[in-house]
């Protein structure tokens, strides 16, 4: 069945940088875009973005330039999320998602939590 | 940016009661509207797309429709197990993705 496994839970310090990973299973890796949704505590759901897995090419959202960088590892079927200079309001769930008929999306990763606190 | 806005912010209705949430958009999304479920520490659960199509497994008592700029998600019989926070979100400009920000069903 279609699993998307996302990395631990991160506690970092303001200014570090953090590196999130979601590794997919039971589909093939590239037929789908990738997407990344943020969940600021007790907020709702932001799109960050996507990246295509056939080429590499990320698409950012508004307010997701500069510091936020989508990643792959197409051999071991890995996406990933990169944030530098972490930021208080960074503190939030990351998701890993993707839609198999288009831009709704139906597998969802469990999330990982990243706190920024000094 | 299309903004998605999602009404009553917290909806109270008693169990085996009909539940109807609203979504509006800023401009038109043709049928480009899905609806997810989110329980507390899990991942949202994708509901309905295409404005009216449930998703794979879900109940028949969901329900979607609306087109353009109005939609509306209808739970005809509530379960103890669908009390939980609903998004609406728009798919329409796959560059530019927005969500609503949310209805919270909470039991009356």
């Known amino acids: 069945q279609v699993q998307l496994v996302q990395s631990g839970s991160e506690l970092k310090k303001p200014g570090a940088s953090v590196k999130v990973s979601c590794k997919a299973s039971g589909y093939t890796f590239t037929s789908y875009a990738m997407n990344w949704v943020r969940q600021a505590p007790g907020q709702g759901l932001e799109w960050m973005g996507w990246?295509?897995?056939?080429?590499?090419?990320?698409t950012y959202a508004q307010g997701f330039t500069g510091r936020f960088v989508f990643s792959l590892d197409t051999s071991v079927s890995t996406a990933y999320l990169q944030i530098s200079s972490l930021k208080a309001e960074d503190t939030a769930v990351y998701y890993c998602t993707y839609g198999s008929g288009s831009y709704f999306f139906d597998y969802w990763g469990q999330g990982t939590l990243v706190t920024v606190s000094s | 940016e299309i903004v998605m806005t999602q009404s009553p912010a917290t909806l109270s209705v008693s169990p085996g009661e009909r539940a109807t949430l609203s979504c509006r958009a800023s401009q038109s999304v043709s049928s480009n509207l899905a609806w997810y479920q989110q329980k507390p520490g899990q991942a949202p659960r994708l509901l309905i797309y295409g404005a009216s199509t449930r998703a794979t497994g879900i109940p028949a008592r969901f329900s979607g429709s609306g087109s353009g700029t109005e939609f509306t998600l209808t739970i005809s019989s509530l379960q103890s197990e669908d009390f939980a926070v609903y998004y609406c979100q728009q798919y329409n400009n796959w560059l530019s993705i927005t969500f609503g920000q949310g209805t919270r069903l909470e039991i009356k």
């Open positions: 990246i295509n897995t056939n080429t590499g090419n990320p």
